[in-house]
């Protein structure tokens, strides 16, 4: 049986020697490259932090002190210690998801994967614990440097300062990388206590003078290493951004050190105030590949060859975002105007090839999207024209900003939000399903959902022309599917991808939900049952063509992959009314819940949103005595159609 199969607990831990501790770091690394290149997931951050993690549950008790994860995405060797060992199913449905999740375990406590949260947690709970009578426990908070360049982060640090009675450990797990090289003053920082002179050659000279010795010169540099480390911390004054937050600094400690780790973080447990333990550690550690891979370290892979780490499979259609990356550029190589910024994700989003061909238009400002919306209005303000990148569950972090620094002033600001929709295996809180309905709200607002390649690359050149309102441009994950050319566009900028004989049915729908509305309408031709089917492509403000096209049907369906509550379709049944077109609209969405992980087509499924589910409910209206047939196209709107209500 090896190590790791004896592993159940955190406790477990306890009974393995120093060099079985070494071996057991080993195995784990071997099983996240054997397993995670089975099923794709986050490698290189989990790589990063085997070592990391088996000290931290060395030396704390979990689930009694509580451990919170920022991110959460280098949480598999947590999962590990904590007994869940089936990887096979990882970020499935029905598997382990690739975040911690309180469902599985006690062990986890923050399930959010949006950083720079977790000091904010860990002041909360400690403060609980505090009232409590539970003084006794420990809180400890592992948070990369990435995530320090989140605002979030400092605010949680000053309070967390505000009182020194709390058992609260802050474990900085510094690599230098968030999603790519971590940037800003807070890593220039970082990087200068990394290879400052002074501290690389004392460190360097003390461990060859404790090498001489032999074994037992080796075991006494280990063993007094975390008090060379605070000597040469006071030394080359490494704790300067520490102090005057009256925190106690520890380290820097190697994060592949084992011993020298659990010693860090015993001082700071006896410490019985709040501190920092600053760890050093490499992203991918012990798997070459990714080691190699100066991109992002496989931060996140798809399918590899554990051997090589190449792709299993290479998509045969190019990706929304690889479609993005190479029209901003077109576009900016004609407006000199159009700048770039992202929030710590210059190649998940795409603005890297923007950036390489024109390095001073790109901004990447670390997680921080309230700066990075709030800063593109004063670019804006300076006559330029910014296109925020970002996921679009991460927009809802910088509402505020859209909506007063953005929209009120008038700015002529891009957002384009990559994995709109259903995203699949990351999980609720990477699903971009809220944006429609929480943009929509804003005044002035301009939203375009692109069914397909070419329809990105044309309305992101409208939407980069538009300087006076916020503009919005959504689509999804992975890569496009078929081009749908339209029969026609109308005056308004709707294309009718589909037209029927007979006006029975409009379906209106939403980006790439464009497919299985053309699909819903070949099942119901099937039937009997005409279906026009429409791309509004600019969905707010919802246009002209839509409102005259609904008034000659009798059934609106509108289908998203937004939520349903306060969507497009709410958004087209309101107008419907304002307009004194009465025509029924059925809303089709998601529901306002939050969606576990699993694969795209399988969450559309469970919640309805297929086409033979779709097209099922819609017969059952027209068929089922609900819903008059037009026979032959009506002249008048004001048909019977109060009675028809929504199926969902």
Not at 129 to 151: E, I, K
Not at 178 to 205: C, E, K, Q
Not at 345 to 367: C, N
Request: zero cysteines; a negative charge; proline letters at 5%.
């Amino acid at each position: 049986m090896s190590l790791l199969d004896g592993i159940r607990t955190p406790r477990d831990l306890d009974r393995l020697t120093p060099k079985e501790l070494e071996d057991l770091a080993g195995e784990i690394r071997r099983f996240l490259v054997g397993e995670v290149s089975k099923t794709g997931g986050h490698l290189g951050p989990n790589l990063g932090v085997v070592e990391l993690t088996l000290a931290i549950h060395r030396v704390f008790d979990s689930p009694r002190d509580a451990i919170v994860f920022d991110t959460g995405h280098q949480s598999y060797v947590h999962k590990l210690v904590t007994g869940r060992h089936d990887f096979s199913r990882l970020r499935m449905s029905g598997g382990l998801a690739g975040y911690p999740q309180r469902s599985e375990s006690e062990h986890d406590i923050v399930e959010s994967s949006h950083a720079s949260s977790s000091l904010s947690w860990a002041d909360g709970i400690s403060r609980a614990f505090a009232m409590t009578g539970q003084s006794d426990r420990h809180v400890v908070a592992v948070v990369g440097d990435g995530a320090l360049t989140g605002g979030m982060t400092w605010e949680a640090l000053n309070n967390i300062t505000d009182d020194n009675s709390r058992r609260l450990v802050i474990v900085v797990n510094d690599n230098g990388r968030s999603y790519a090289p971590t940037i800003g003053g807070m890593a220039h920082f970082l990087n200068s206590v990394r290879t400052r002179r002074a501290y690389r050659d004392l460190h360097r000279t003390t461990e060859r003078v404790f090498a001489r010795f032999g074994p037992v010169g080796r075991a006494v540099y280990r063993g007094t290493r975390g008090a060379v480390h605070g000597f040469l911390s006071r030394f080359t004054n490494n704790e300067s951004l520490y102090s005057n937050l009256d925190i106690k600094y520890i380290g820097p400690v190697h994060g592949h050190d084992l011993e020298a780790l659990q010693l860090a973080l015993r001082q700071a447990k006896e410490y019985d105030a709040p501190s920092i333990v600053h760890v050093i550690t490499e992203k991918g550690h012990g798997y070459e590949p990714a080691v190699a891979d100066v991109a992002d370290q496989f931060h996140a892979v798809g399918q590899i060859d554990p051997e090589t780490g190449e792709p299993v499979e290479h998509a045969s259609r190019p990706s929304w975002t690889s479609v993005f990356a190479d029209e901003i550029v077109e576009l900016a190589d004609r407006d000199p105007r159009i700048v770039g910024i992202t929030a710590a994700m210059l190649r998940p989003t795409g603005l890297h090839r923007f950036a390489e061909k024109h390095p001073g238009r790109v901004f990447d400002v670390g997680i921080a999207e309230q700066h990075a919306v709030a800063s593109a209005a004063g670019l804006a303000f300076g006559g330029l024209h910014p296109v925020v990148a970002l996921y679009a569950t991460f927009v809802n972090r910088a509402f505020d900003q859209v909506l007063m620094d953005v929209a009120l002033h008038d700015a002529g600001v891009t957002f384009v939000l990559d994995r709109a929709g259903v995203t699949g295996p990351d999980g609720p809180s990477h699903h971009g399903i809220w944006d429609l309905a929480i943009l929509q709200a804003v005044p002035h607002i301009r939203i375009a959902a692109p069914r397909d390649a070419s329809r990105l690359r044309e309305e992101l050149g409208e939407a980069v022309a538009v300087q006076d309102a916020p503009t919005v441009l959504r689509y999804s994950k992975g890569n496009v599917g078929n081009e749908f050319d339209a029969v026609r566009r109308d005056a308004s900028g709707v294309d009718v991808l589909r037209e029927a004989p007979f006006r029975d049915v409009l379906i209106v729908t939403v980006g790439p939900m464009a497919k299985i509305g053309m699909q819903v309408a070949e099942r119901l031709a099937a039937q009997g049952i005409g279906a026009t089917v429409v791309d509004p492509r600019w969905v707010v403000p919802v246009p002209s063509g839509i409102i005259e096209l609904a008034a000659q049907h009798r059934l609106v369906v509108t289908i998203e992959d937004g939520i349903r509550v306060g969507g497009i379709g709410t958004r087209i049944r309101q107008d419907l009314r304002a307009a004194g077109v009465d025509t029924a609209v059925d809303e089709l969405g998601l529901p306002d819940e939050f969606l576990e992980h699993g694969e795209r087509d399988e969450i559309l499924a469970r919640v309805g949103l297929t086409d033979q589910q779709i097209a099922r409910d819609i017969v059952s209206q027209v068929l089922g005595q609900r819903l008059p047939i037009a026979r032959p196209l009506p002249e008048d709107v004001g048909t019977d159609t109060d009675t028809v209500r929504r199926s969902r």
